[in-house]
């Protein structure tokens, strides 16, 4: 089993950076991992993933060129860096660890808390 904990969420003008942390209590290499977030009123959303060994990864329409999620598995740890964040990337962001691959939410089994990103205009 696996738990999950975020961090690295806050408050950033438009245009800002924010780095998100996944970091994990087991072995996160055995493990697909994906950032989805969940914006006020509205559904949980996948915004990006990438594969156990780091070597693919795949992205939302409305992140990619501006997100890059990335790995160190010596440190148990997924990561999404944000650049030119907009207002309307504002969500809770979520971490989750698959045992196979894949944009929908039923692909993955251990969730983390979330971590709030706000975008200011």
């Known amino acids: 089993q696996v738990q999950l904990v975020e961090s690295g969420g806050g408050l950033v003008q438009a245009g800002g950076s924010l780095r998100l942390s996944c970091a994990a209590s087991?072995?996160?290499?055995?493990?697909?991992v994906g950032w989805f977030r969940q914006a006020p009123g509205k559904e949980r959303e996948f915004a990006a993933t990438?594969?156990?060994?780091?070597?693919?990864?795949y992205y939302a329409d409305s992140v990619k060129g501006r997100f890059t999620i990335s790995r160190d598995n010596a440190k148990n740890t997924v990561y999404l860096q944000m650049d030119s964040l907009k207002p309307e990337d504002t969500a809770v962001y979520y971490c989750a660890a698959s045992t196979t691959w894949g944009q929908r939410e039923n692909d993955y089994v251990y969730w983390g808390q979330g971590t709030q990103v706000t975008v200011s205009s």
């Open positions: 990438i594969t156990s060994s780091g070597l693919s990864t």
């Open positions: 087991g072995m996160l290499s055995r493990y697909a």
